[in-house]
């Protein structure tokens, strides 16, 4: 077999060839659906390089024994010379062990593709709306926001290399209360840049020191026209300068961590636009909004106050949520899940599919926003696919104790703090080191230690070494050449098998929509690589560079150079840079 494609694919491709085979001998159904064939590697490596359940899923609509079909697929397997072994196991998987060639082979495609390596077309080009970040527009990013801008910012990169067309979103809440607070804190900075002493910073407004600078700006812009004007008079130009003030900062603090939206959507020009006015009438047009009045709060008594008011209310029990919910308030203000609700659908006229990256304080908010866009869908007539990852906060810690505020934000840290001493690319891959919706402790201090617990160090050492064994190399006079990769033995061919799981890791990673896994699997990559360096220890000629065997030589530092592409590719999948030396 010619193999043309990554190994994964090419023999997944062959599975199908002897299934279509089957087909024509009569042996499987002419309707017959590989849809749920699958190819891996088993869990134990002892049972050989790859596993799949074709005859389990198979074998009912043929009318047969799993182990039956089994064994005439293994029977047409048998002729393919880079299968030397076919197990049936259980109640029918297929076990089969591959030739050296054929992973040799593999090793020769990771050179050829190089920083393509791992890049799938399993997207098809569908877009993907990824919203993630969000924050209200009041002050500089903080840890709130840091783990929530890397998983999305990873997810977004990720579902582009499984060949997703990708919308990176930002959306501005910039139409609510909060607003109106930065501007009234603005507004006093103003006057201190004027040479007023404000004092201390009254309780309910923003007390960092951020926005000095936007009040000195105003100050010198305008003088002191504002200075004793009536709040309506400079209230709406005091929100409108802080808002666009505060994007600049938090533009600035995401490109320290190397992230960068395609689109800044405006909750205040959404409602301007009548998005929402919109978003009622097509509802209603489609029954899904009916004017009724609001149920009392469920577990408790309601308060003594409370009256049932008529409401719009937006059927969302019917699409799994536990009560209807109002998209306007009794002044006829929008609800946030009106405004939310508006904007989704906005979002769903230029995506094939959406994803929202929240917090997990937000966890009951999800239900009803699922309810909306499933409403959507069902208006349409298209499925809008939607999901919600939610993100658990990080602790912060320093030496094992809760690390101190920043001065400059006044009561939290800031990702341009955290970026300043431990570096970009320490923050990235320790935000992907967990799964989102487990807990996580930031420990300035362990993530920077030289050890095998630290995974940033670990994975980036791999790359270091590789690159520091290719300099001497090259002084001594080696060469990468994959002429002799025949002399290659079995530990190495174990790392081939590593490092050719990461175009499946992709994919797998890109349907499942966890970016996290590639920072596990590098992990894995990077511990394997580690332990064919150390066997170099003790033996002499396990080392990379052995100077008495010039072909072996050349054909390790050809797996070196393989190795440390997979790994820049997985890293830079993560938003993360290879380090050169360390």
Known sequence: ?????????????????????????????????????????????????????????????????????????????????????????????INLRLAPAAWIEELRTMAALGDQYGRSSIGAGACVNVEY???????????????????????????????????????????GGQVDVLARSVHLRYREALGEDIGAIPDGLYPGDYLKPVGAALAKEFGG?????????????????????????????????????????SEAELQAAGKPEAAESWLRAHDL???????????????????????????????????????????????YFGADLAYHMQ???????????WGADHAGTVKRIKAAVAALSEGEGRPIPFDVKLVQMVQLMRGGEPAKMSKRSGNFITIADMVDEVGKDVVRFTMLTRKPEAQMEFDFVKVVEASKDNPVFYVQYAHA????????????????????LALLGDEEIALIRRAAQFPREIEAAARAREPHRIAFYLYDLAGDLHAFWNLGNDRVEKRFIVEQDAPLTAARLFLGTAIGQVIRNGLGVLGVQAVEKM
């Open 225 to 265: 026209q504002y200075r004793a004007a009536p709040e309506a008079e400079w209230l709406p130009l005091f929100r409108k300068q802080a808002v666009a003030r505060m994007m600049d900062l938090i533009k600035s603090d995401l490109a320290m961590l190397g992230i960068h939206h395609d689109i800044f959507a």
């Open 1 to 93: 077999m010619t193999q043309t494609k990554t190994l994964y694919a090419a023999y997944a491709e062959l599975i199908e060839t002897v299934l279509t085979n089957l087909v024509a001998d009569g042996v499987l159904p002419t309707d017959t659906s590989f849809a749920n064939v699958t190819l891996e590697p088993p869990r134990d490596p002892a049972h050989g390089d790859l596993a799949t359940n074709a005859a389990m899923v198979l074998a009912k609509g043929a009318g047969t024994n799993p182990r039956v079909l089994a064994e005439a697929i293994t029977s047409k397997l048998a002729a393919y010379p880079t299968i030397i072994a076919t197990d049936i196991a259980g109640p029918g998987f």
């Open 347 to 357: 979002k769903a006229e230029t995506a094939d599919e959406l994803i929202d990256i």
């Open 465 to 484: 070494r590789i690159q520091s064994t290719l300099r001497k190399a090259a002084d001594a006079g080696f060469a990468p050449d994959p002429a002799a």
């Open 133 to 175: 970040v969000s924050a209200n527009p009041t002050g500089p990013m903080h840890m709130g926001h840091c783990r929530g801008a890397v998983v999305g910012d990873a997810l977004a990169s990720l579902l582009e290399w499984a060949g997703h067309r990708v919308i990176r979103e930002y959306y501005i809440n910039d139409a």
């Open 289 to 335: 909004i009916y004017d009724g009045e609001l149920e009392a709060p469920k577990g408790k008594a309601p308060p003594e106050d409370w009256e049932p008011v008529e409401l719009p209310l937006f059927r969302s029990t019917k699409f799994g949520d536990d009560q209807d919910r109002p998209i306007r308030k009794s002044n006829g203000a929008w609800t």
